[in-house]
């Protein structure tokens, strides 16, 4: 059984990621896609109060497992679009330990600090200054295979883009270069 492509969406909050989530399950024709967004799985955690430490804990379990849910999805042929912030560099790391580097598409979903604002007082629903404080974090691996700004174009046209590069990826992918890079030698940057 082939295993299935991985579109891996990395952006701040309110970047726009889900939205050309949506586009890309619309336009891709070659497949089954599922769509699988890090919000949707903290939105599946009981509502309890945690103290600092449990939530912290909590949410480092969640983002393991949703990193491993998606490898498990592609592992059997699924084909993913992954929704994921990219905010802490472990997280990264993570990804780069447990998902398949050759069947992920890296991309890097850009948005102008004032656009961010400004969806974000729109939504309501995130803290104030969430995405300012992702600004510089998500990016800072610094190596996509292709990268849009939706602050300059629609989550369609960023869909497209995606759907047009899918076929004609480098090699060796961003993904693959990422983990030599941080993942060499047996050693990890910032693994905790």
């Not at 769509?35 to 804990?57: C, I, P, W, Y």
């Not at 447990?98 to 656009?115: A, N, R, T, Y």
């Not at 369609?156 to 993942?183: D, G, M, N, V, Y």
Request: hydrophobic share 40%.
């Amino acid at each position: 059984m082939a295993s299935g492509r991985i579109i891996f969406l990395n952006g701040t909050s309110s970047s726009g990621k889900s939205s050309i989530a949506r586009e890309l399950l619309d336009i891709l024709e070659d497949g089954v896609f599922f769509h699988l967004a890090v919000d949707s799985f903290n939105a599946m955690r009981s509502k309890r109060e945690l103290g600092t430490q449990e939530l912290d804990a909590a949410l480092r379990r969640t983002r393991m497992g949703f990193h491993r849910a998606i490898a498990a999805m592609a592992a059997v042929g699924n084909d993913i679009v992954v929704d994921h912030v990219l905010s802490e560099p472990w997280r990264l790391l993570d990804c780069l330990r447990v998902l398949p580097p050759e069947d992920v598409l890296f991309v890097g979903v850009h948005c102008s600090l004032d656009e961010l604002a400004r969806r974000e007082l729109a939504r309501g629903d995130r803290p104030s200054g969430l995405a300012a404080y992702q600004y510089d974090l998500v990016h800072a691996h610094g190596d996509y295979d292709v990268e849009c700004d939706t602050s300059t174009a629609s989550p369609r046209e960023c869909a497209q883009l995606i759907k047009e590069f899918l076929p004609h990826r480098s090699s060796p992918a961003a993904f693959t270069r990422l983990q030599r890079r941080h993942l060499s030698g047996g050693h990890s940057e910032n693994a905790q």
